[in-house]
């Protein structure tokens, strides 16, 4: 009877938080149907949050940020951050991968809205957590310690399907379908230094933080915020939360003005979060069957044992050709910004701008993908917004892994949908620059390329 075992991975562990709460005032308008431009106050404060991974203390190191915004509208802007934070530790650009936990109500972090109401605070907001992250990750560098971190998969139906259909209109709008399938798992990390002490949590889970909506004048986190807060006081440790493949995904209560809606919905995920944990191996053991008792039955004695977990890591960026669909040009969509009157659609426009000015005029648009093996720990680290798709088809394809799938990370190209979606009115196809058929090219490229990875680097038990 074989052992059973957790994905896991031994190494030299560290984590750290620094807070990056921006100042009242700033411009934060992230809802096309919004009357404001900036913030009056702060539900919970937005942080930075870093794990770092060494298979030694000299070894090239991962590193894992999380951060409370939304998305990059621009290169330039993220690349401000991670480019900083690679020169500053002379690090692998493969090996660094900074996701932002996609709340929708942070604030702006692109340098082209200086000129909005507030907008003069965001390059020296940007500055400020440009700085934070620096200090954040030398911080993880310094209390890193042996840990293991294992991996367990659990349940939520925080999320549900925001696809909504609706037959009178022959349309989907951006609501809640209960009807519809969603993805509810949920993967759980646990990093348990060998001194036995709890390090830190990471969570994973596809569910837009669109809580609060287009009438909230709140800075705040959305859901992650009361979930970090249940699952670290119980804990004694920091959480970090990474955004999953949430194309689809949303809470069932959503688009409010009173912050008690984001704090219920965090509530939610972070009971979760605490069940997956109780129902985990301690991280360094496995279960081994001993013995077989007789009774009524065969009775199976299962013990746990320690076990030693794989310390291989290993990072490569795949890049992926993928096809764009028609568009209209940068010049055209200026035009039509210059003459039209109506404040959501000049947003709207706004946005198309930045996603043209990101994809550029070909056919096609290379996309970087980031990869990670840990232990037998596999992440893909997408910059955009995939539908769950695609954590789904890697979870059962590499099924004796765990698989951390980071959506909005290291930028953000556009949202990527199945492609049955496209011949439908979706709110999702309409604002993507992929053509039909790229979620799906992606899926395979990853595929292929984390076989590679694998057969090239077997998890080492030593």
Request: proline share 7%; glycine share 6%; with cysteine.
């Amino acid at each position: 009877m074989p052992d059973f075992r957790q994905p896991s991975f031994h190494g030299l562990i560290g984590f750290a938080r620094e807070e990056i709460t921006p100042p009242i005032g700033i411009y934060a308008r992230n809802w096309g149907a919004s009357e404001h431009d900036i913030v009056d106050d702060v539900h919970r404060p937005l942080t930075a949050t870093a794990m770092t991974l060494r298979t030694t203390q000299d070894a090239s190191p991962l590193v894992l940020v999380s951060l409370d915004l939304g998305w990059w509208r621009r290169k330039e802007d993220e690349w401000l951050i991670r480019g900083h934070l690679i020169e500053q530790f002379n690090l692998d650009s493969a090996r660094v991968i900074i996701a932002l936990t996609n709340t929708h109500s942070g604030p702006s972090t692109c340098l082209e809205d200086a000129e909005k109401p507030g907008g003069n605070l965001i390059r020296p907001y940007l500055n400020l957590v440009r700085d934070n992250v620096s200090r954040v990750v030398r911080e993880a560098f310094r209390s890193a310690k042996p840990a293991t971190l294992a991996w367990s998969y659990g349940r939520c139906r925080l999320a549900k399907n925001r696809d909504q259909w609706v037959p009178d209109r022959n349309c989907f709008i951006s609501g809640f379908d209960e009807r519809a399938p969603a993805d509810p798992v949920l993967l759980v990390g646990l990093a348990v230094a060998d001194d036995g002490h709890t390090m830190g949590t990471v969570v994973n889970y596809a569910c837009a933080p669109t809580s609060l909506g287009w009438q909230n004048r709140v800075i705040s986190p959305d859901y992650i915020g009361s979930m970090r807060e249940l699952v670290e006081n119980e804990t004694h440790s920091l959480c970090l939360f990474v955004q999953g493949a949430a194309g689809e995904m949303a809470p069932r209560d959503q688009y409010a003005s009173d912050p008690e809606v984001a704090d219920r919905n965090g509530r939610e995920l972070g009971y979760a979060v605490l069940s997956t944990l109780q129902s985990m191996m301690p991280p360094g053991f496995k279960l081994h069957h001993g013995q077989t008792i007789r009774s009524d039955a065969e009775l199976a004695i299962w013990d746990y044992v320690e076990d030693t977990a794989p310390k291989n890591l290993e990072a490569t960026i795949h890049t992926v050709e993928v096809p764009l669909k028609p568009m209209p040009s940068l010049a055209e969509v200026e035009e039509q910004m210059a003459l039209s009157e109506d404040r959501m659609m000049v947003e709207r426009l706004r946005r198309e701008r930045h996603v043209l000015k990101t994809v550029g005029s070909e056919e096609t648009v290379r996309v970087p993908i980031w990869l990670w093996s840990v232990g037998d720990t596999l992440v893909i680290g997408c910059p955009g917004t995939p539908y769950s798709l695609l954590q789904r088809h890697l979870r059962l394809h590499f099924v004796e892994k765990a698989v951390v799938a980071i959506g909005v990370a290291n930028g953000w190209y556009g949202f990527l949908p199945p492609r049955e979606l496209y011949d439908k009115e979706v709110y999702t196809v309409h604002e993507t620059p992929f053509a039909k058929g790229s979620l799906e090219f992606m899926i395979h490229g990853s595929i292929s390329q984390f076989e590679r990875l694998c057969k090239l680097n077997p998890p080492v038990y030593a």
